[in-house]
């Protein structure tokens, strides 16, 4: 019930300002405590469900599915949770995970590029991950490429975005003479 300048004082006292909003229920100002939240958030992320119980009622399913940060102290300041509909599909972000060894690394000095971190998609919340792996083991040769529809994706998730996209690669090694011929480069036709 305390907002605006009374939230200051709830941080004080160990409590986090939220709002629980979503299907079948009006947006609810609540406060959750500081440590149990961050224990929650730290195992769940934002791609997993979390029980949560107002007022000593039944825990609901949600989403934590935004938040903020106080950029001083690293510290939650505010927390949205979206209550789901365990029928319905969402629209959720998942996390990537790289894995494996891919040679073009380990054995010719490649360098890993990546073009996403995340990926969104589509599924029921039930289905939801807390993060997807993708194994680079196939990245052997400098020309080889991972693209989105590479991706191995768990039972009951699809890809919000469906496409031939460059999802990770490897580079061949740079020399300095490389390096430097592009720093001049970029550089000539700079104004002094």
């Not at 039944?58 to 029928?87: A, C, G, W």
């Not at 998942?94 to 990546?114: D, H």
Request: hydrophobic share 40%; charged share 25%; net charge negative.
């Amino acid at each position: 019930e305390k907002i605006g300048r009374q939230a200051k004082q709830l941080r004080r006292e160990g409590l986090i300002p939220a709002v629980l909003y979503g299907h079948g229920t009006e947006p609810l100002n609540i406060t959750v405590a500081y440590e149990p939240f961050l224990k929650a958030y730290k195992q769940a992320g934002g791609a997993t469900l979390v029980d949560l119980s107002v007022g000593g009622k039944e825990p609901t399913k949600v989403l934590i599915h935004d938040y903020s940060i106080d950029p001083l102290t690293d510290r939650f300041t505010h927390v949205d949770f979206y209550q789901v509909n365990m029928k319905e599909k969402i629209h959720a972000t998942i996390p990537l995970t790289f894995t494996g060894e891919s040679m073009a690394v380990k054995g010719l000095g490649g360098i890993f590029m990546k073009s996403f971190d995340e990926v969104e998609v589509e599924c029921l919340p039930g289905d939801l991950v807390s993060d997807i792996e993708v194994d680079i083991s196939p990245l052997a040769a400098f020309d080889d490429a991972l693209h989105l529809h590479d991706i191995k994706l768990p039972k009951g998730i699809e890809l919000v975005l469906k496409s031939n996209e460059v999802l990770a690669k490897v580079s061949p090694p740079r020399s300095d003479e490389e390096i430097a011929a592009e720093y001049i480069s970029k550089n000539m036709n700079k104004p002094v």
